[in-house]
């Protein structure tokens, strides 16, 4: 396992969070968006996803244009680019049963 794969896991899995970021990065993935928007989608408070976000910009696996209100978050290129290490993570600890 090289670095960016236990960042992956230590981001992902490791902690009662992971869950959470995994949809957040899905949601990301399929569309920019912002704050209040992934709020809506995921159906989460909006705190909860700020939270979540400012965990995965200061990790690198996402990045944000914009000021304040009007910021969109997406998928940083580190991360799109090794999406099937994530995949893989989530999909293996989900076959042992392990998954929250």
């Not at 959470?20 to 990301?28: D, S």
């Not at 993935?29 to 995965?56: F, I, W």
């Not at 914009?66 to 993570?89: C, D, H, K, M, T």
Request: glycine letters at 6%.
């Amino acid at each position: 396992m090289d670095s960016f794969q236990q960042l992956i896991w230590w981001l992902f899995q490791s902690s009662s969070g992971g869950p959470t970021r995994v949809r957040v990065v899905q949601a990301l993935r399929d569309e920019p968006r912002n704050a209040q928007q992934l709020s809506q989608v995921l159906g989460l408070d909006y705190t909860t996803v700020r939270h979540h976000l400012k965990v995965l910009q200061q990790n690198h696996l996402i990045e944000v244009m914009g000021e304040r209100y009007g910021q969109v978050y997406f998928v940083a290129p580190n991360l799109e680019s090794r999406w099937a290490a994530l995949e893989a993570i989530v999909s293996r600890d989900k076959a042992r049963g392990t998954r929250r």
